[in-house]
T-cell receptor, first 116, second 114 residues
Framework: GAGVSQSPSNKVTEKGKDVELRCDPI?????LYWYRQSLGQGLEFLIY????????KSGLPSDRFSAERTGGSVSTLTIQRTQQEDSAVYLC??????????????FGNGTRLTVT | KQEVTQIPAALSVPEGENLVLNCSFT??????LQWFRQDPGKGLTSLLL?????REQTSGRLNASLDKSSGRSTLYIAASQPGDSATYLC?????????????FGEGTQLTVNP
């Protein structure tokens, strides 16, 4: 595809359920990021993948959050036992190289998660 | 810890006006600074990227400057149009994280009135 694709675009779930959010980055991009955007707040870094290196998980807010990236391409963000405070837009981005190397980030349209 | 601040939080201008959006950051040890726009319900679109060694970047009616020593960047939009209405975010890639993440400001919501 031409851009970063995220699915689903919207997800409504009941408190306590698990959810999986999917991100298809731009082909050939080695770096993949997950961010969270809550209403009225800025973007919060969650996790970063770079090639085959160990991911930077330092932004994950709790151990209910996990992510993986299979084959250096598709990534899945999993939230277990969802809480109402998890409601937000989850954005995925990819870049040709890591952000520090000067390659701009390309974002998907996000998954809007609502926990009821 | 890097902090990014954007002023103003919201701005409304008539069509055709030139305008400046401001971004400041607390830690000058950065690799680069990036400006994005975000339309309602959409992801972010990259506008300009300024490397730490650069002073400015231009793309069409947009010009972004960087003064790393003072921790400031400005985004200049010339001859604004209603289609420029969006939220504009700046973000820095800090050396403290080895370039692994961007730290974002909270954005400036711009409205250009016809």
């Amino acid at each position: 595809g031409a851009g970063v694709s995220q699915s689903p675009s919207n997800k409504v779930t009941e408190k306590g359920k698990d959810v999986e959010l999917r991100c298809d980055p731009i082909s050939g991009h080695t770096a993949l990021y997950w961010y969270r955007q809550s209403l009225g707040q800025g973007l919060e870094f969650l996790i970063y993948f770079q090639g085959n290196s160990a991911p930077d998980k330092s932004g994950l807010p709790s151990d209910r959050f996990s992510a993986e990236r299979t084959g250096g391409s598709v990534s899945t963000l999993t939230i277990q036992r969802t809480q109402q405070e998890d409601s937000a837009v989850y954005l995925c981005a990819s870049s040709l190289f890591r952000g520090g190397m000067g390659s701009p980030l390309h974002f998907g349209n996000g998954t809007r998660l609502t926990v009821t | 810890k890097q902090e990014v601040t954007q002023i103003p939080a919201a701005l409304s201008v008539p069509e055709g006006e030139n305008l400046v959006l401001n971004c400041s950051f607390t830690d000058s040890a950065i690799y680069n600074l990036q400006w994005f726009r975000q339309d309602p319900g959409k992801g972010l679109t990259s506008l300009l990227l300024i490397q730490s060694s650069q002073r400015e970047q231009t793309s069409g009616r947009l010009n972004a400057s960087l003064d790393k020593s003072s921790g400031r960047s400005t985004l200049y939009i010339a001859a604004s149009q209603p289609g420029d209405s969006a939220t504009y975010l700046c973000a820095v890639v800090g050396r403290e994280t080895s370039g692994s993440r961007l730290t974002f400001g909270e954005g400036t919501q711009l409205t250009v009135n016809p």
